[in-house]
């Protein structure tokens, strides 16, 4: 261990670069993350909390519109999240466990929201559920009102939130492989048995994971959400339909401060990544701490 | 239980990995699946346990035929060859899994792992998880899985493949004393011929999805039915040769013998101890070779030797007493000659 690190220090030395080229390369990071990234986010916040802490607060409650749009997100992100754990789990089973005929095309469609606009997305789901679309008017004829209406922002979050956690899944049951579950069909386990007490519990933390970037993610859709809800206040409108609303009526202490919700979300979610990372990195050290020679 | 394999095959694709395969492992037996990589002994394993079907003949236990019974009925303990521990389990968990599966009360879980922990010598680790354990307490862990809710029979694929060669032999003389307590009717896979010696009751020898061989690992040792056994189990050298009046006359030598030359015309495969050095060819049948360098190997000496002209070499196993008597030293001229010999596609031996 020790002759390692010597090594890998006598290698870093070696290619040291001049400090001029260090200095100026760092310098140029720090200015893009900065002006690109830092600025904006301290910005929000400044404006938001500009007026003090009770008009910061009085700004996002007092409007029955900004409750509404706490509500739709806090209604529509978790049932986009329950239903890509639903599709993630199953499809990564199917992916990592079975060889079977359009499996690499399963693997490329899953991939396809990461590439495709979701504004395509939103139209899509109009043309479809659309009054003269595919499905619509029979599911209006049950009484079923899918577009402008809560099913559209769930399905058009599902949708763009499709890969999050399937491909944080893949990979890690591909790693692990199919040993642990023969070894319990072996043991005289079920089907039900091995996928609930074998296989979820070693998926805990790439389902953790996958599900924190998935929430992210479906809190902060706006693209195809736009087009599929109607853009009624009060009605099918989440908070980035409403942070975007609020801003075209120039309503800048209510926008900013809806919007830092957003931002505090994001900054949530990259702590617990990080936490999450750092835990299991923890967690590997003490194993191998632990281990003891034979 | 004894386990009956009768004329099983199986292909994957076009690869024929059991081609007809015939066994009997009677009741309380510890038998050795020994072959090289392909020739079929993992697949064998894993058709009598289950987790693959055959695509013609049967499996029985005892009279029961078990061939279309899924691997979740047939009570067996299976130890995978890299264990294949429950990671998020204790191996507390580990062990109790398949009763628990099973609805055992849990007095009599908590009193089954207990007495399985002592048996695998790991009290005060019932608490760990698998990757806080050595490479040989794991394959313990797996083996008192596979064992605690009381199998039939007991499958171990390549038991010891993963792990270093001191805790090898020490888990292979425990494997032994094991059986010897629990008389488990057990087959376990391994392509290390001295793994098969040292454990098993017997030995079945299995090339290109056929079996070779079986038998008692003297037997198989003394008496191997064909060039490919010969080789399998242990250094041989080939030379050219024949058999006049009860004697083997070495001719030429071969060059590495590989897995082509087996069986073909006219070829002597003798051991390393089997040969002998002399100074001078006073004996008809030897033939003169140089020496090329000694190495010790516990009680004997190694003698690496190659022929006058420098193409084909040979080993020689000699005593170490015995070189005090006769001083070899690397580029000596000298003779080896044959005290014993196999000729196959003669269709006996000598």
């Not at chain 2, 072959?35 to 064998?44: E, I, M």
């Not at chain 2, 608490?127 to 499958?155: H, T």
């Not at chain 2, 250094?235 to 013998?257: C, E, P």
Request: neutral net charge; contains cysteine; glycine residues 8%.
């Amino acid at each position: 261990m020790n002759n390692g690190h010597g090594i890998r220090m006598a290698a870093s030395l070696a290619r040291e670069d001049p400090a001029w080229l260090k200095f100026s390369l760092i310098t140029m990071a720090l200015m893009i993350v900065g002006f690109l990234i830092g600025v904006p986010v301290i910005h929000v916040f400044w404006q938001a909390l500009s007026g003090g802490i009770k008009a910061y607060l009085s700004n996002i409650f007092e409007d029955p519109a900004n409750r509404d749009a706490i509500f739709t997100t806090l209604y529509v992100a978790p049932r986009a999240v329950f239903l890509n754990l639903l599709f993630g789990i199953s499809s990564a089973w199917l992916v990592s466990r079975f060889k079977f005929p359009g499996r690499t095309i399963l693997l490329t469609l899953i991939d396809m929201p990461f590439a495709i606009s979701p504004v395509v997305v939103g139209l899509g789901l109009v043309l479809l559920y659309g009054s003269s679309g595919l499905l619509g008017p029979s599911l209006a004829s049950v009484g079923i009102q899918v577009l402008f209406n809560s099913p559209a922002l769930v399905l058009a979050t599902t949708f763009v939130t499709l890969p999050f956690i399937v491909r944080e899944l893949i990979p890690v049951m591909e790693s692990i492989g199919p040993d642990e579950e023969l070894a319990a069909l072996s043991l005289g386990a079920s089907g039900l048995q091995i996928f609930f007490r074998i296989t979820l519990p070693s998926l805990t933390l790439g389902l953790l994971y996958g599900t924190i970037l998935c929430t992210a993610r479906a809190v902060g859709e706006f693209g195809a959400i736009y087009v599929v809800s109607g853009r009624i206040a009060g009605l099918g409108q989440t908070i980035p339909l409403r942070v975007e609303q609020l801003f075209q009526q120039y309503q800048t202490p209510a926008d900013f401060a809806l919007a830092s919700i957003l931002t505090v979300i994001a900054l949530a979610t990259l702590l617990a990544r990080k936490i999450m990372q750092s835990l299991s990195n923890q967690r590997h050290a003490t194993d191998q701490a632990k281990r003891i020679p034979a | 239980m004894s386990i009956t394999v009768n004329k099983v095959s199986k292909s994957f694709g076009t690869f024929r990995a059991l081609d007809n395969v015939s066994l009997e492992v009677p009741s309380g037996c510890l038998v050795a699946l020994l072959g090289p990589s392909g020739s079929g002994k993992t697949t064998l394993l894993r058709v009598i346990a289950g987790l693959e079907t055959a695509d013609e003949g049967a499996v029985l236990y005892k009279d029961e035929e078990v061939t279309d019974t899924p691997v979740q009925h047939r009570q067996v303990g299976f130890v995978f060859q890299h264990y294949a521990l429950f990671r998020h389990m204790s191996v507390f968990e580990n062990i109790a899994f398949g009763m628990r599966v099973r609805k055992w009360p849990s007095s009599k879980i908590q009193q089954r792992v207990t007495e399985l922990i002592h048996l695998i010598r790991l009290e005060g680790l019932d608490q760990r998880y698998p990757s806080q354990l050595s490479g040989g307490q794991r394959q313990r862990v797996a083996l008192a899985r596979a064992l605690a809710s009381e199998p039939r029979v007991l499958l171990l694929d390549e038991p010891f493949g993963a792990l270093d060669a001191k805790v090898r032999l020490e888990l292979r003389q425990w494997l032994r004393r094991l059986h010897d307590q629990i008389h488990l009717t057990s087959i376990f896979v391994t392509h290390d011929q001295e793994d098969a010696f040292a454990v098993s009751d017997k030995v079945v020898v299995m090339r290109q999805g056929k079996i070779e061989q079986i038998g008692p690992p003297v037997e198989l040792f003394e008496n191997p039915a064909n060039a490919f056994v010969m080789d399998f189990l242990g250094h041989v050298n080939a030379f050219k040769g024949q058999l006049k009046d009860g004697r083997i006359f070495l001719t030429d030598y071969v060059m590495h013998s590989s897995q082509g030359k087996f069986n073909e015309q006219g070829i002597v495969y003798v051991r390393p101890h089997e040969l002998e050095i002399k100074g001078v060819n006073d004996h008809f049948g030897s033939l003169p070779a140089i020496v090329d360098h000694l190495h010790p190997s516990g009680s004997c000496i190694r003698v690496h030797l190659r022929s006058p002209c420098g193409q084909a070499s040979c080993c020689v196993e000699i005593n170490t007493d015995q070189l005090g008597v006769f001083p070899i030293n690397v580029g000596d001229k000298v003779c080896i000659h044959p005290k014993r010999g196999r000729i196959f596609d003669q269709d006996y031996n000598i």
